[in-house]
């Protein structure tokens, strides 16, 4: 039987946060330690663990038919010729120019004529021919931050999540070219029988981020004030209304966005509402 291939990151956080939402898809993966390939027991699957850089190129050739990959990288090395079929949610970064401390910066013409380092020339320099700005680029892969106190570069184009790095290299962001997070990429060669072994890895993925942004909410509230705490619950459909053992009350349950728990949680308490749980969702079939 035909398997899917799908590429992750062979280590780094991306590596963990692929492994971790496959195993809440219920795919298992057996693999020993420093394995650069794995078997999936019950799913037809097949995992290659690969270096990032090399992802978009094993994409491209079909060698393998899916990955879990950075949509930077995919900006950088593809050039639109791989699609995107799922965004993931997880890490999340952006790519960014930052230049000194002492730099007096105040707007992406300052770079004008200066030298920048970068592990993502293509990027950057889609981004400077946009902004009419003409730079000397230095492409070097890791440790981008110490160019410019070594005098490599005036500044660098580099990947940022918190700024920690930028920070502790005396070194300041000034421009944001893009923002990215893990996506679910597919190869253009991916073959007819794998095309239906992807479609239901993504019922999977889909269900498991959807669970993600919803919260499963019950609470107890008085039966006169029923009507009014359903008209403000933004629910998927319908609350489920179940009597309580104590007459004049009844238990509602629902369930909302994790961003609008805290919008309503004071008109729920004005009407009466008591003992109000939320817990997460696993999965969510819609």
Known sequence: MERLKIAIQKSGRLNEDSLKILKEC???VSNGLDQLRATVSNFPMEILYLRNSDIPQYLLDGVVDIAIIGENLLVE??????????????????????????????SIKDLNGK????SYPNTLQMYLKEQGVTAELHQISGSVEIAPSIGLADAICDIVSSGSTLFKNNL????????????LAVSPQISEANKATL??????LQSV??????????????????????DILPGMRSPTVLPLAEKGWSSIHTVIEKNKFWEI??????????????????????
């Open 209 to 230: 981020l959807k669970a993600r942004n919803y919260n499963y909410i019950l609470m107890n509230v008085p039966n006169q004030t029923i009507d009014q705490v359903i």
């Open 172 to 183: 300041k962001e000034v421009e944001v070219i893009a923002k990215s997070e893990a996506v």
């Open 26 to 28: 219920g795919i298992s």
């Open 77 to 106: 090395k593809d050039q639109g010729q791989i699609d995107v079929l799922e965004r993931l949610s997880f890490s999340k970064c952006r790519v960014s120019l930052a230049v000194p401390k002492t730099f007096d910066y105040s």
């Open 115 to 118: 030298k920048i380092a970068t």
């Open 265 to 286: 949680i004071d008109e729920l308490k004005v009407l009466g509402a008591e003992g109000i749980l939320v817990a997460p969702i696993e999965k969510m079939v819609i």
């Open 199 to 204: 479609s239901k890895l993504r019922f999977r």
